[in-house]
């Protein structure tokens, strides 16, 4: 019988199930978005494929009722997990009155909604990390009992407000993970010409708390080092810096051509170690997921993303004059 790792860090056999139908379901939302892109009817996508794992492992860590997210725009993962359905992340795509995450004001991406515990993102990147930061301190001034995630690329670990909130994180001790999904690229910059350390989670020294360097593509590893980081986060013992390691495997939006800046041999070899594919090989192997287990649940996703689709695009769209809500005072 082959080891269950997954019950050796405290998850059950129907929590890694929900974990591959977060990851199956942040899949086929994306795909069916890039052809509804290239079908003309949604103007932007920016994606999430190779990197599903490492944001379902970590949401699962998680406390969806009391913990916070300050997350990036690859986060479909995540924000699934926590609450949101495809059938909100259709309503952003299309920019629909209905979409819970700025009315169809801002780009897809742009996680956001009180009731999910997501604070809205913005389009410059890591302003996230410094907002993270201030609800990590502001929980601490208050005595409550969450912790506050915020994640970022790789590239975004070069920007000053990654420094600055890991600096005043690290100095108050504060309940916040930072989560860096190191896809490789920043747009078109790879690794080596990014930082001159081996890894991002070196940097955490400098900030006085612990820095991981973790297998994005592996579910379960991620959680067990997100636990650890949280359970950290929650005796007071302050921030964790994760860096999860995968790869890109499509452009980095629907706007960019990554042919002219890395090869189709690099991409192809990285696929064979898909997230998805790996993932379901070990849950094959520990003999959850049959043929019949696996149709179903592949059946119950394509169900979810049709519905989803159908309803965002006859959704109506914001009015003209709401443009200006929320802009000035009434």
Not at 68 to 94: E, I, K, N
Request: net charge negative.
């Amino acid at each position: 019988m082959t080891t269950k790792r997954h019950e050796q860090v405290g998850l059950t056999d129907a929590q890694v199930l929900d974990m591959y139908y977060y990851m199956l379901l942040a899949r086929k939302i994306d795909e069916r978005q890039w052809l509804l892109n290239r079908a003309g009817k949604v103007p932007f996508v920016i994606s999430c494929q190779g990197q599903e794992a490492a944001q379902v492992g970590a949401a699962f860590a998680l406390e969806t009722d009391k913990d916070f997210l300050c997350p990036y725009y690859r986060d479909l993962g995540l924000v699934l997990v926590f609450g949101q359905t495809a059938r909100d992340c259709m309503l952003s795509a299309f920019a629909k009155a209905e979409d819970p995450n700025s009315g169809g004001r801002q780009m897809p991406g742009h996680f956001g909604g009180k009731k999910y515990n997501i604070l809205t993102g913005s389009s410059p990147v890591t302003t996230q990390v410094p907002h993270a930061v201030g609800m990590a301190l502001a929980g601490k001034m208050q005595n409550k009992d969450f912790v506050v995630y915020t994640s970022f690329g790789e590239g975004s670990s070069n920007q000053g407000d990654f420094h600055e909130g890991a600096n005043f994180a690290g100095v108050h001790k504060l309940p916040v993970i930072f989560f860096c999904e190191n896809n490789k690229y920043a747009i078109s910059v790879p690794l080596k010409k990014q930082l001159a350390c081996e890894s991002v989670a070196d940097r955490a020294l400098g900030y006085g708390f612990p820095g991981v360097s973790v297998d994005g593509n592996d579910p379960i590893e991620v959680y067990r080092v997100m636990k650890e980081a949280v359970d950290r986060a929650r005796r007071g013992e302050g921030a964790t810096l994760i860096e999860a390691v995968m790869y890109r495997l499509v452009p980095h939006s629907s706007d960019d051509d990554d042919r002219v800046y890395r090869t189709r041999e690099e991409v192809e070899e990285a696929k064979k170690k898909d997230p998805l594919i790996v993932f379901a090989a070990y849950l094959r192997e520990i003999g959850l997921l049959d043929e019949n287990t696996e149709a179903d649940m592949l059946a119950r996703v394509q169900l979810e993303v049709d519905e989803a689709t159908e309803y965002a695009e006859n959704a109506p769209y914001p009015t003209p004059e709401s443009t200006l809500t929320h802009v000035y005072g009434n």
